[in-house]
Structures are given as C-alpha cells and as structure tokens.
T-cell receptor, first 114, second 115 residues
Framework: DTEVTQTPKHLVMGMTNKKSLKCEQHMGHRAMYWYKQKAKKPPELMFV???????INESVPSRFSPECPNSSLLNLHLHALQPEDSALYLCASSPVRDQGDEQYFGPGTRLTVT | SQQGEEDPQALSIQEGENATMNCSYK?????LQWYRQNSGRGLVHLIL?????REKHSGRLRVTLDTSKKSSSLLITASRAADTASYFC???????????????FGQGTILTVHP
C-alpha cells in the first residue's frame, strides 16, 4: 500500500464549528506532515511529526491543533477558523530519513470556512 | 519566505516538444526535489537530487543542480498532453541526522501541453 488517504475530500464549516481532518498511511513511514495550500500558490508547511512527536510547528495559529495518535494516523483539529483559512490541506508522509527523503502526499481536503 | 523561485511561471508547448523549468534557491540545501500537481490535487514526487549530485535522469525527466549558482532545472523530453500540470521544486535544508525533511516549495510552473 503506497497511498496516503485523507478524509473528508471537501469540508464546509462555519467560524464557530469544530471539525477534524484525518490522514492515514500504511507504508510504515515515521514522519508525517500537514501543509496548507492556497489557490495558485505553493504548499506551505504547517506541522511535522516524527515518531509520533511534534517536531516542527511553523508558528501556526492555535485554532489549528494537530494530533498523531499512532504511527499511521494524523489528525488536524479545527476550531474557530477564519474565512482566510479556506484552502487545500495536504497531508504527507516520508520514510525514516536514511531510507529516503521523498514525501508521499494525500489528495488533500478542500476546506471552505463561511 | 519562499526558498525556491521558479521560472517560467507558465509554459505552453505542443506535444512532442521539450519543456524546461528552472528553480533558484537562497540557502544551502541537503537535497532538491521536483513534484507535480494536477488540478489542485495531491503532489506526486518526480525526482530527487542531492547536493553532491549534478545531474539525474528518470525516464523522460532530467534534472540538473548547480549548487554554486543555487539553481536547478527540470527538463521533460517528448512531452505529452498528460504532462499538463503544475510543477514545483522543493528544497530540503535539514541537515543529515534528522529523521524527517523540511521542504520549502517554489512558486511553481504551470505547464500546458497541447495535443
């Protein structure tokens, strides 16, 4: 299985809602990533988990809360978002560094905040 | 700030022609990677070149890296309509010894290949 899956594909939420994005991989990768991508822009790194521990937080607002419950799962909890948070949220995973550096991306969740 | 800058921003060619995209970056890197993205979906890894390599091939793809000029190029030969996509370079500046990468993406080149 060489796939990263993300659910849901699309999400519309109000500014007072609480929702979660889910990402899953079964490739045995021990690093997992969240990226945010606005239209016609490159992906921007948000968080990195390595061996289920948060290794990088790129100064992301606290209304985004990541969680890595086990080595296959990565969640992004959303609360009190703003309309400018509407974007494509991409999850990725990568092998342990000395086994490869490429990242495998999921199809993304397209988030609209109303 | 974005590490990688790409040019051209958009490229339109006919099937069978070659497509060349360039990427420049600012800081020292561990490796440089190229990704393709179709219609706002997930990214697909194409090729990785390490800082001590100068050229790499994969099928119809050829990547060069010039660390003295902090630049890379991606050449797609004999392009096909299916190559229509956005192409991003991404630099990984993390030192060896870390268990994960830290990619910074360029602005991307939108490639359109006309049948």
């Amino acid at each position: 299985d060489t796939e990263v899956t993300q659910t849901p594909k699309h999400l519309v939420m109000g500014m007072t809602n609480k929702k979660s994005l889910k990402c899953e991989q079964h490739m045995g990768h021990r690093a997992m990533y969240w990226y945010k991508q606005k239209a016609k822009k490159p992906p921007e790194l948000m968080f990195v988990y390595s061996y289920e521990k948060l290794s990088i937080n790129e100064s992301v607002p606290s209304r985004f809360s990541p969680e890595c419950p086990n080595s296959s799962l990565l969640n992004l909890h959303l609360h009190a978002l703003q309309p400018e948070d509407s974007a494509l949220y991409l999850c990725a995973s990568s092998p342990v560094r000395d086994q490869g550096d490429e990242q495998y991306f999921g199809p993304g969740t397209r988030l609209t905040v109303t | 700030s974005q590490q990688g800058e790409e040019d051209p921003q958009a490229l339109s060619i006919q099937e069978g022609e070659n497509a060349t995209m360039n990427c420049s970056y600012k800081t020292s890197i561990n490796n440089l990677q190229w990704y393709r993205q179709n219609s706002g979906r997930g990214l697909v890894h194409l090729i990785l070149i390490r800082s001590n390599e100068r050229e790499k091939h994969s099928g119809r793809l050829r990547v060069t890296l010039d660390t003295s000029k902090k630049s890379s190029s991606l050449l797609i030969t004999a392009s096909r309509a299916a190559d229509t996509a956005s192409y991003f370079c991404a630099t990984d500046a993390r030192a060896g010894g870390t268990s994960y990468g830290k990619l910074t993406f360029g602005q991307g080149t939108i490639l359109t290949v006309h049948p």
